[in-house]
């Protein structure tokens, strides 16, 4: 998953590829459970037996991935708003789109899209849905922090083309960013992208071997059936949430006469049978979800009882009039210093351990983002001059992509200029920003894609919420140079680093959340055409431009609560539109609004988090890397303010570790097939459950509070 937490989440233990961490020099496969090793590195070799693949991009292809991407896409906004965590169309594409174009191909006419179908133009289909997938992190973290801050208009219906157009200003610099990054860190360094190497061996297992047909049947059977499930639950059980989604089990105790225990009620350790996070937790493993679950249990077990007990944080009676019960998750920010709530004070902690673990990992690799940086340039300066700067100054790469099937300079080079221009023109007119601070965003967000590359290749994990704030803490630092006005100097803050969020965000690959980098992984693979790839990605992310955008208005339509802190409780917690908000308000206030226990709460546990990172570069072998605390997905379980996902993915995650150690070839079948069809078919239920409260038909209104506390609705 990206760090999905697009935040910064997800885990070392990638259950996808299931690998040991590798040293800077190491070209080895990758160990799996069992002791099986599986190629990593090397393209894989030709299928005797398959027709030669003329086409691979195609009509037909880009039009289903488009499709394919944006149910991910919707399905992204709504899991972001809800955890921080997005999820790319890497594996939903792979096979989904073989489930779609495999019979088209062979039951229509040539003339109308039929023909062979390989695994080459499958490449094209599961990359083109995962661009379209994209760009849903600017709408779960710096957009609706802005609103809450009154940054905008009064709601986002107000501003949908600027909401448009800054996307655009988004969708295309990442695709051009990663063709020169491609030679160092797939063909120099061969870093994993396990999430690249997991969709090149699933398209693999879908088209080549004596059982690839009868396998590809049975992938896309548990594909169709955990995606329709999932769907079906998130939409029949918001007419009977108490019953068939959360079960409030603490509640039910109090009401059978244990009188303190709704105090675990109040704290938000409820169960919720949701197939989106149980499936997440199948796929990041046990280091990301036993992590998070720590650190939930850590913030709102110990931490945020003993903060309350002490007069350090304060709640307010909860609405459901139940004796004992609390509400500890408002973010009333009427006196934040002096009389701040729990989720408040936490959220400071947890912010900074994102911060810290971040860029710590970053630090510990300095070597390799340096190497990439001057290649980059080399190649730059060889283009410019003429001069062979590459064979002359640094280790010649040999590329295996024949050259007609290379990304021309013209093209990603055409590419990235234009999109420098409108993103100039736009932030200019639109947003009165500056044109120079609009570049150096930009100059900062290509800086910042070698640290997401080396941190996603190497652990599967993206900070690409914590990078943002990075920029935030540069750009605030600018606007108060320039004496801004607080107001000013948020929205400056919170412009430039979502810029920079939004242009790494296609740079990179997240745990379950392939870009760019991760799909010409497995292009490499594959020995796919890596143009037709990124002419795919072109395509899909133009989709994602008003894909991501208007779910985004449909969802802040129906639970306006997602834009407006007056609200005291919502559907939506927005872990990372908390910590996106803090530090806007945090380095633009003249005052530094964070209460001190909170403060140095926060330094603890940072220098804990720098630490455990590097212990686990310098001390720790990294057969034991697993057994490393994770504190991106700790720093996570503060932010967020209940504690059902973590809950969710602990139970997914376990799941899978024994059903991979028991029966690995059954895993290794359904495995990968039912979690993406929980991940996705869950969002486009929650796309449903949307439209419905807009229509005023929603469980709000014709649902039964059965098994809810205080017989109040709780879907």
């Known amino acids: 998953m990206k760090e999905k937490y697009s935040s910064s989440a997800a885990g070392d233990d990638i259950s996808t590829v299931e690998r040991n961490s590798q040293d800077d020099n190491s070209n080895s496969g990758e160990s799996v459970s069992g002791g099986r090793f599986i190629n990593t590195d090397d393209p894989f070799p030709l299928d005797p ?69 390989g695994p080459k133009e499958n490449n094209v289909c599961q990359s083109t849905a995962s661009a379209a997938g994209s760009l849903g992190l600017l709408f779960t973290s710096g957009f609706p922090a802005a609103y809450q801050l009154g940054l905008l208009s009064a709601s986002p219906r107000d501003d949908i083309g600027r909401l448009f157009t800054f996307t655009i200003c988004c969708a295309f610099f990442g695709l051009a960013f990663s063709i020169p990054l491609r030679k160092f860190y797939i063909l120099k360094l061969k870093l994993v992208f396990p999430s690249g190497v997991a ?35 998130r939409v029949v059980s918001e007419y009977a949430p108490g019953l068939l989604w959360d079960w409030h089990i603490f509640y039910a105790l109090n009401r059978l006469g244990w009188q303190y225990i709704i105090a675990a009620e109040s704290w938000g350790w409820i169960w919720e049978w949701t197939p989106a996070f149980i499936g997440a937790g199948m796929l990041t493993g046990i280091n990301s979800s036993y992590s998070f679950l720590g650190g939930s249990f850590l913030a709102w077990a110990i931490i945020g009882p003993v903060i309350v007990h002490t007069g350090k944080a304060f709640g307010i009676p909860a609405v459901t009039s139940i004796p004992g019960q609390m509400n500890y998750v408002s973010m009333s920010l009427t006196d934040p ?118 941190s996603a290749g190497r652990t599967n994990i993206n900070p690409v919420t914590s990078i ?31 810029l920079a969020l939004g242009i790494r965000s296609q740079t990179l690959i997240c745990d379950v959340a392939a870009d760019m980098i991760g799909d ?31 779910v985004y208005v449909v969802f802040s339509t129906a639970y306006p609560c997602i834009n407006d802190l007056s609200y005291t409780t919502c559907s939506f917690p927005t872990p990372d539109v908390q910590s996106w908000r803090a530090v806007a308000v945090a380095v633009s206030s003249s005052t530094l609004p964070i209460p001190p226990s909170s403060g140095y709460t926060a330094i603890g546990l940072g220098i804990a988090a720098v630490i455990s990172v590097v212990a686990k570069h310098t001390v720790v072998p990294p057969k034991y890397h697993i057994w490393v605390p994770n504190f991106n997905a700790i720093g996570i379980g503060f932010i967020m303010n209940i504690c059902t996902y973590p809950m969710a993915m602990f139970f997914g995650s376990t799941i899978a570790f024994f059903w991979r150690r028991m029966f690995f070839n059954h895993y290794e079948m359904y495995c990968f097939a039912i979690a993406a069809g929980f991940i996705a078919g869950e969002g486009l239920g929650g796309i449903v459950n949307a439209v419905l ?16 506390p205080g017989g109040l609705y709780c879907g």
């Open 337 to 454: 210093v002096n009389h701040p709530s729990p989720r408040y004070w936490l959220v400071w902690p947890g912010t900074l351990m994102l911060l810290c673990t971040s860029f710590t990992e970053v630090a510990c690799n300095w070597k390799s983002i340096y190497s990439a940086a001057r290649i980059a340039i080399g190649a730059l300066t060889e283009r410019l001059h003429g001069a062979s700067y590459e064979k002359n100054n640094v280790e010649e790469i040999v590329d295996p992509v024949p050259p007609e099937d290379r990304v021309p300079f013209l093209l990603w080079g055409g590419v990235l200029v234009a999109s420098i221009v409108v993103t100039c023109i736009v932030m200019g007119v639109q947003y009165g920003q500056n044109v120079g601070i609009t570049i150096l965003a930009i100059v900062f967000a290509f800086l910042f894609s070698f640290i997401g590359c080396e």
């Open 468 to 498: 943002g704030n990075a920029s935030q803490l540069i750009f605030g630092g600018i606007g108060k140079g320039q004496g801004y006005s607080v107001k000013r100097g948020e929205l400056l803050n919170s412009l430039s680093g979502m």
């Open 520 to 550: 010409l992984k497995t292009t490499h693979l594959l020995g796919a055409s890596p143009k037709a790839v990124f002419c795919g990605q072109l395509t899909g992310a133009i989709v994602s431009i008003f894909m991501a955008a208007g």
């Open 199 to 233: 969709a090149a061996y699933t398209i693999r297992s879908l088209h080549v071997g004596k059982t690839a047909a009868a396998d590809a049947k049975k992938k896309t059977k548990a594909l169709l059936i955990s995606f329709c499930f999932a769907i079906t639950l």
């Open 49 to 117: 037996n398959a027709p030669l693949e003329e086409r691979q991009l195609t009509i037909r292809a880009l039009l289903v991935g488009c499709l394919l991407g944006a149910v991910i896409s919707a399905s992204n906004v709504y899991l972001g708003l809800k955890t921080g965590w997005t999820f790319g169309a890497s594996l939903f594409g792979s096979i989904f789109g073989f489930s779609i174009l495999k019979p088209f191909s062979t039951a229509a006419p040539r003339w109308l899209g039929g023909g062979y179908f």
């Open 693 to 708: 409260t807009i229509a005023g038909i929603s469980g709000a209104v014709y649902g039964t509070t059965v098994g809810c």
